[in-house]
């Protein structure tokens, strides 16, 4: 029997809501299984702990964090905090405190769901940098103007370009395509560009390009079959992201991993919606990113297996379209649709 502790922070709203689902579904593929265990610590981290505390997590926070295998995050962000409280005091010092260089998403069009797009081809993976470029923080301000820097980093930058070449490699990809803006950002994305290069040079099999990002936001609406692997920096990477997931038809759809690939530390799974707190309460919410956030979990844990039997079952759930949330044009509840996955299982 395998055991393993998950640091659970369901944050703020609706947050909370999906994390208690998903504990239910893994706890159902742990039965299921026969061979796995989780134990939880139930962290009380959000924007209502800050109101309270003055801050997002306790001093020791990422001591207690590092006591586990994996993290499990809901949503963060309230009415009253600026976004930029929770993302500066919480979900950034975990992401670069636990060398989470690598962001992780998925867009892939799922049974039953409906895309907005004509082209309804939709499966890709987008490799996001997750620890440096445009969002490192670095830069100054007053009244007369603002100065933002971006640290691009010889390490940063080919790591996580290796990263997704070893990944599109190791899952039968057959291309790879790097998000850029060189013609206009004469340093960073010139120094992105030949990072990228040297490192395509190594996978002479694969198929490697580059493209601007204000066209590939065009390839992305207008030719999502053609997609297998994006690379993108951290701010192109955000961007793109959210494009993909609006062209699964909904927001509570997707997942994201935070992940440090060497296992030195915890890597954090998350589904990319907000705290909507507008919902909250209201049984309602799409639990749907939460487990597919915990089936990367699972395969990170190299929990593959169940990761496929989660993955398979939340599926089943969504292509019958009986018991799923009005947000995917269903008539149940977050409850009922956690219901009808776990009885999938």
Not at 173 to 184: E, G, I, P
Not at 319 to 345: F, R
Request: proline letters at 6%.
């Amino acid at each position: 029997m395998k055991t393993y502790k998950i640091n659970l922070i369901p944050g703020d709203g609706i947050g909370v809501d999906v994390v208690n689902e998903g504990v239910r579904v893994l706890n159902a593929v742990a039965e299921k299984h026969g061979g796995l265990k989780f134990q939880y610590n139930n962290l009380p981290w959000s924007c209502a702990y800050y109101l309270e505390h003055g801050k997002m997590m306790p001093a020791d926070g990422m001591k207690i964090l590092r006591d586990c295998d994996a993290i499990l995050l809901g949503a963060v962000g309230f009415p009253g905090v600026p976004d930029h409280v929770s993302l500066r005091e919480l979900l950034l010092p975990i992401r670069t405190g636990f060398d989470q260089y690598v962001n992780m998403r998925p867009i892939k069009l799922l049974p039953g769901l409906v895309s907005p797009l004509k082209n309804d081809k939709i499966d890709f993976v987008v490799i996001r940098e997750n620890s440096e470029g445009e969002y490192c923080g670095r830069g100054t301000s007053d009244e007369n103007g603002a100065v933002q820097e971006a640290v691009f980093t010889r390490k940063g930058t080919e790591r996580i370009l290796r990263y997704a070449f070893e990944y599109a490699k190791a899952n039968g990809m057959s291309r790879v395509l790097s998000a850029t803006k060189s013609n206009a950002l004469n340093h960073s994305m010139v120094f992105w560009d030949k990072i990228f290069n040297e490192v395509k040079a190594g996978y002479p099999d694969m198929d490697s390009r580059q493209m601007h990002i204000d066209a590939l936001a065009g390839f992305f609406i207008m030719h999502p079959d053609r997609l297998q692997m994006v690379v993108a920096s951290n701010l192109f990477g955000d961007i793109l992201t959210d494009l993909g997931s609006a062209m699964l038809g909904s927001i509570g759809i997707s997942p994201s991993g935070n992940i440090n690939p060497e296992g030195t530390y915890p890597s954090m799974f998350e589904p990319i919606h907000g705290s909507a707190p507008d919902i909250a309460g209201k049984g309602i919410a799409n639990p749907a990113g939460t487990f597919w956030a915990i089936a990367m979990m699972l395969e990170q844990l190299r929990e593959k297996p169940a990761a496929d039997m989660l993955m398979n079952a939340m599926c089943s759930v969504l292509k019958a379209g009986v018991a799923t949330t009005p947000d995917i044009g269903g008539k149940g509840t977050t409850t009922s649709m956690t219901d009808a996955v776990i009885a999938a299982l």
